[in-house]
């Protein structure tokens, strides 16, 4: 039905797809009085549709609320200008054509990252020719007098640049310079910069190593990530410096201001999201000398373990046509990525860090209620015990717990958590791996002996209040016990070697920039893991055993664990202690229930 807005205009409760739909005036006796059919056609920002003076359908760039629309107006838009050749890394000299579909159109371009318009710019006239050691970033937009001006293209051509810049994907960040480091610039106020009323447009490229698969553009909003610690060190002329371990951090994002909700782009090959509607681009911190090799291990040791985890990629960042850095670009754990990672239609609570003021999607009364279950009922009864499952996914929140103590994570439990819930009747709570690098005894003087457990006991917020409501309970320690079974022996993904195997992809894609960027050809990456890997295990299962979450019984050992066999085979089952009967099971389940029988 129709309402009304402080008394004056109409308003119609519902809303019309941007993309075009079938839209119609109907009476109450349900004869149509008017209709845009088969659909009206896509609709743009800023402009709205309707009939002109001829009683022809046109776009409008002046809204006439309350009055008659304008005697004319705007046919179409014009088409969004095409290169002849994709961004991408380049030898030698290439040449670029650019050519819009719509007729008569005229195309003007600039190349210091501003938009074009009809006063500022060059016209197109002839091909762009680029050689030597450059980066040209273009940016086209056509225009014709009857039309809207089109969206505008953006494309970077890296230039014969050093072997070891192109052994990293790159992406590029083309805006308005004024956006960077003009007295408004997101650069020139890091301590302000990071609402959505600092949000620059910007346009966003990600071009692979060696131009194996196509570039990637999209427009989208870029701003600071302001943390308190970061301000200090952030203007020109040590901004990008290699040892600035306060160099920005922007977050990136999609929206139909930009016309594009999302991006249908397959970045991550470890993500199943294929929508991309943010993303996160850090710059060194702690792990500075590397970015951020400890971080991106973390969460991708996590997705082995068999866990949805945001990942990234080691890139090097270009912004308006500069080389600025290495970083790493990262997806962020928000609402659409775990609806993409899922397959889930349903709203997702999203908590970052601890407390409601660091909600990140939804609300907090699902966690209300289950960390009210867990303070007030007895969890020892296996009953209660029983009831916990049906709110968390207890095996993702012991292996989450196994891989942040095992790995020394200092800023952690009270920081850097990310914990996800589908708001659904089956929906389960389970925690997410994020900003790790302060670990695998980086800055930490407790080096190989650091204990995790400690902080776990002793500290506050949503996880070590968990932790320290379960971690008492026999149920939970065998179930701890069962994890660290399955994944640090028998070729599970936290046997040392298959670890060091990820750090090593990881270090030898970073190492040959390193190389270049520090003019030394024996510089590598800080090898710390390997020093960890080689002394951490038997100080890691010292405090399990002292927190009883690996017991003195031995588990059964197989004569072949897992893998294919040919014809019929024997499989024995050992136990390595001095007594006791193995039970065991072939359809997947655990031979123990809950309680013991």
Sequence with gaps: GLTTTDGAFLHLPFKLSAKGEYLAIIDATGATIDQLTPEFPKQFLDYSYGRDATDSFVYFDAPTPGSSNAASGLIDRVDRPDFSLDAGFYEGTVSVSITSTTPTATIRYTTDGSVPTETNGTDYTAALTFSDQSIATIRARAFRNDYIDSRVATATYLMNQPDGIKALPAISLVGEPDDYFAPDGILANPTSSAGRENEKPTSFEFIHKDNVRSPGQVDLGVRIVNNNSDAADLLPPDLWKFSNWRRPKFNLFLRSDYEAGTWDYDLFPLSKVK??????????????????????????????????????????????????????????????????????????????????????????????????????????DHSKYTEILTMIDMTNFVDYILLNTYTGARDWPQNNND??????????WRFHIWDNENSIGLSDDAGFNINIFNSLDSNFGDIAE??????????????????????????????????????????????????????????????????WAAFRRPIYFGHLQGKGLWPTTEAPSFSQHGGPFVGPTDISISNPNGSGTIYFTTDGSDPRVIGGA
């Design 419 to 428: 914990i996800s819930r589908e708001r659904s009747p089956d929906g389960l």
């Design 466 to 531: 968990v932790w320290q409501k379960l971690s008492n309970l026999d149920e939970f320690k065998l179930h701890y016990a069962d994890r660290v079974q399955h994944h640090m022996f028998n070729d599970g993904p936290m046997v040392e070697s298959n670890m060091d195997e990820l750090w090593n992809e990881l270090s030898d894609e970073l190492t040959p920039f390193l190389k270049f960027w520090n003019e030394d050809p024996e510089a590598e990456v800080n090898d710390v893991f390997g020093e």
């Design 275 to 380: 929508n991309i509607d943010r993303l996160r681009i850090r710059l060194g911190y702690q792990d500075y000398p590397n970015p951020f090799i400890i971080d991106e291990f973390s969460r991708q040791m996590f997705v082995r373990m068999g866990y949805v985890n945001a990942v990234g990629l080691i890139v090097g960042l270009y912004q308006n046509g500069i080389f600025r850095a290495h970083v790493n670009l990262v997806e962020r754990h928000r609402e659409n990525f775990f609806q993409e990672s899922y397959d889930s239609d349903f709203e997702w609570d999203v908590r970052h860090n601890t407390g409601e003021s660091n909600l990140s999607e939804g609300d907090a009364v699902a966690w209300n209620l289950f960390e009210n279950f867990l303070g007030q009922q007895d969890l020892t």
